[in-house]
């Protein structure tokens, strides 16, 4: 007995887990777009209004014709019912058209719910590969099964028809039980008793619980299924654009990657093959239950029948109202059957919400900040590391990116950054700019922990060319600007500086020519210097005290670098410039230089003084790389 109750008690709790997501949903599109949540209410009464409105007059018109056959009354009635059906039909019309409209709309807003929250994430969280596989799940799932969000629009869109359908049914078939059937139709007046009106209704019911049952099991497979399709979904999104993917194409053509490895692997490992055990061991049985449940509605048209008809033959009412009670009865029980399916699809939703609403609902725990950062026209900002470490988050408890660095810019000096690759040397550049904090120690700007000016304004003192920056494709200007409004002149100033204006001046539409091809059959392409000078534009642009190079040519020869580098130090003017580089040859210009190692600082100073100790980290690199740089 208890085993029965824990049992009911999970389902009850399942229920309404799904009734709190359903609406907390709903209240997401309510927010986001009211007009669409206007637009599927008029909608959705329309379409349960007009087969209604339809189903009455019919039988009003078929009784007439079977009864009195007034020619007046049946003019009316005619010119009643084309008047009812051309004002219905073009409101719903309209309608549907304005909901059409509307679903554009929210489909771009339901697909900026996820992206939105994560650029609202502390950095830390945003880059913890959990996050990555959580958000990738979340679109795996939409995708491939349209559960999740999709799946919660789907079943409003369907909801409210079936609950409209069920209050016009009920209206319409009241006088179905109520009518009697005449006294001397012998053993039909049975018909006549309460008890069997109720044992009709019981059937009725049963049997679409019966059929939604089928259903809801059947639809549930989709739950057990999910992990094989996000996979399947992975595997084909990648091999199946392979061949169309311009930064692998020479490895595929020299080696026939594609033929030999990536067609052998997506057909040993697709999903949704016929012959994949997993989709033959999910789709047979859910096709069959789905059969089952359409098979059990079936029978509820025949029991329909059946009672109307015997009703009529007693004498209950004429041959209009058949047309009404069967065309009212079996439009009720099919909203009542979608309902329930409905609230299946809502329980069967439950695992696809949850991972979406534990993503959204992903505290922010990196305090925000509250002083003013000051805006100083002589940028002085005096920015200092004090004894700082840091470990990255889920990281063992020994293993520090960074250990007791201590360093203090000078204003408006040039800075060198060196070291082997993984010394430490973004990680730095991660909390200078904040995106992530300290484990231990301090980053002081102006004597002031970093941590209690606003986060925003903070961050808009650097401006940072990564090591992987990337360029949008879109018009040059606005991947400069980082904006789709800007001033051009300074735009057009910036690239000059970056020197690009030669490369600008070649090209037809200017700032407006797209990068790339993606989304401009006019767009160009660009080399990776291009885009390299693209960014030190955009990072000029911004206008910051403190900018940033962290290794974004290190694609490039050792010279090559050293000649951008070169020239970005003669552009950067009176800004705190920080450089970052595993090849010493490009920062030999730099005031300072700090050698990182393991996390630490082992050496500070110019580079005559750094490479005249023999003993030191910076002499043994400079002399390993020598040999590429030497004249």
């Not at 719910?113 to 950095?123: G, R």
């Not at 359409?294 to 109307?308: P, S």
């Not at 900040?369 to 889920?394: C, I, M, Q, W």
């Amino acid at each position: 007995m208890s085993d029965t109750n824990t049992e009911t008690n999970a389902e009850n709790d399942g229920l309404l887990q799904a009734w709190r997501y359903q609406l907390r949903a709903c209240g997401l599109w309510w927010r986001m777009r009211p007009q669409w949540f206007v637009a599927t209410v008029l909608d959705a009464l329309l379409q349960a209004a007009v087969p209604y409105a339809t189903i009455w007059f019919s039988a009003q018109l078929i009784n007439e014709l079977a009864g009195r056959r007034d020619p007046a009354a049946l003019k009316s009635w005619v010119i009643l019912i084309l008047a009812t059906a051309v004002v219905l039909t073009l409101a719903a019309a309209a309608c549907h058209h304005w909901k059409a409209a509307a679903d554009d709309t929210i489909e771009l807003d339901r697909m900026t719910v996820v992206s939105d929250k994560l650029m609202d994430l502390d950095f830390p969280v945003e880059d913890d590969p959990r996050t990555f596989d959580t958000v990738s799940n979340i679109e795996q799932n939409e995708n491939f099964t349209g559960k999740g969000l999709p799946s919660t629009q789907t079943i409003l869109e369907q909801s409210l028809p079936a609950v409209f359908q069920i209050i016009g049914g009920i209206a319409l078939s009241v006088s179905l039980f109520t009518s009697t059937v005449s006294a001397d139709a012998g053993w039909l007046a049975i018909l006549n008793s309460p008890w069997f009106a109720l044992a009709m209704v019981a059937v009725l019911v049963g049997d679409i619980m019966l059929s939604t049952a089928c259903y809801v099991h059947g639809d549930h497979y989709w739950v057990d299924y999910a992990e094989y399709g996000r996979f399947g979904n992975r595997i084909f999104r990648f091999f199946g654009m392979l061949f169309a993917n311009d930064k692998r194409a020479m490895d595929c053509r020299v080696y026939g990657q594609f033929e030999r490895v990536a067609i052998p692997f997506f057909r040993a490992n697709n999903m949704f093959d016929l012959h994949s055990p997993a989709l033959r061991r999910i789709f047979g049985p859910m096709s069959r239950w789905i059969a089952l449940s359409v098979a059990v509605n079936t029978m509820l048209i025949g029991i329909v029948y059946v009672f109307v008809c015997l009703k009529a033959w007693g004498g209950a009412f004429g041959i209009g109202s058949v047309t009404q009670y069967v065309g009212a009865i079996t439009t009720m029980f099919t909203g009542l059957s979608a309902l329930l399916e409905r609230i299946g699809d809502m329980r069967n939703n439950v695992p696809f919400l949850k991972s979406v609403f534990d993503f959204l609902d992903t505290p922010n725990t990196m305090y925000q900040g509250s002083l003013t950062t000051e805006k100083r026209a002589d940028r002085e900002y005096d920015v200092e590391f004090r004894d700082v470490s840091f470990r990255y988050p889920n990281a063992p408890a020994d293993a520090w990116a960074l250990r007791h660095v201590n360093l203090r810019f000078r204003i408006g000096s040039r800075l060198a950054i060196v070291g082997e690759n993984g010394s430490g040397k973004t990680t730095f550049i991660k909390l200078l700019c904040r995106l992530y904090d300290p484990t231990e120690g301090q980053i002081l700007l102006n004597g002031i922990d970093i941590r209690k000016y606003r986060y925003d304004e903070y961050m808009h003192i650097f401006a940072v060319v990564f090591q992987d920056f990337r360029l949008l494709a879109l018009p040059i200007g606005q991947n400069v600007a980082a904006s789709a409004h800007y001033d051009r002149a300074r735009v057009t100033d910036c690239l000059e500086k970056a020197d690009f204006g030669d490369r600008l001046a070649t090209l037809p539409r200017g700032l407006d020519t797209s990068l790339y091809r993606e989304l401009d059959k006019n767009g160009v392409q660009i080399s990776g210097g291009e885009a390299q000078k693209i960014a030190i534009a955009r990072a000029l642009y911004r206008d910051a005290p403190f900018i940033i190079l962290d290794e974004p040519t290190a694609a490039l020869d050792p010279i090559a670098e050293a000649q951008i580098y070169a020239k970005f130090n003669e552009i950067a003017g009176d800004k705190t410039a920080v450089y970052i580089s595993h090849r010493l040859s490009s920062c030999r210009f730099c005031d300072d230089i700090a050698v990182f190692d393991h996390g630490s600082i082992v050496q500070f100073g110019t580079h005559d003084e750094l490479v005249a100790d023999a003993a030191g980290k910076y002499h043994a690199l400079w002399h390993a790389q020598a040999q590429y740089y030497a004249k």
